[in-house]
Nanobody, 116 residues
Framework: QVQLVESGGGLVQPGGSLRLSCAAS????????MKWYRQAPGKERDLVAG????????NVQDSVKGRFTISRDNAKNTVYLQMDSLKPEDTAVYSC?????????WGQGTQVTVSS
């Protein structure tokens, strides 16, 4: 079955770093645009960043520019989000999304909490 499974979330102090992983199974991500979204309690879901099948980074959220980096490793069928200089405002559930033509898949998300 098609699955996207996020991992790497947790509790970190402000200024700390985390690397999130999105591991795909049941399909090959090489032909898909991959994106990371986040949603904090009581807030709208935000697109954090995207990366095309060609490796072009797109749609980086202004609030994370210079701090977050999206990347992909097609050989491992995995997409990553490197998060540096974390702020309390980054606290949210982070979810992975895959898109190609009419096909779209979501992961269940991983919690990131930034607090002292």
């Amino acid at each position: 079955q098609v699955q996207l499974v996020e991992s790497g979330g947790g509790l970190v102090q402000p200024g700390g770093s985390l690397r999130l992983s999105c591991a795909a199974s049941g399909f090959t991500i090489s032909g898909y645009t991959m994106k990371w979204y986040r949603q904090a309690p009581g807030k709208e879901r935000d697109l954090v960043a995207g990366i095309t099948s060609a490796g072009t980074i797109t749609n980086v959220q202004d609030s994370v520019k210079g701090r977050f980096t999206i990347s992909r490793d097609n050989a491992k069928n995995t997409v990553y989000l490197q998060m540096d200089s974390l702020k309390p405002e980054d606290t949210a559930v982070y979810s992975c999304h895959a898109q190609r033509f009419s096909s779209a898949y979501w992961g269940q998300g991983t919690q990131v909490t930034v607090s002292s």
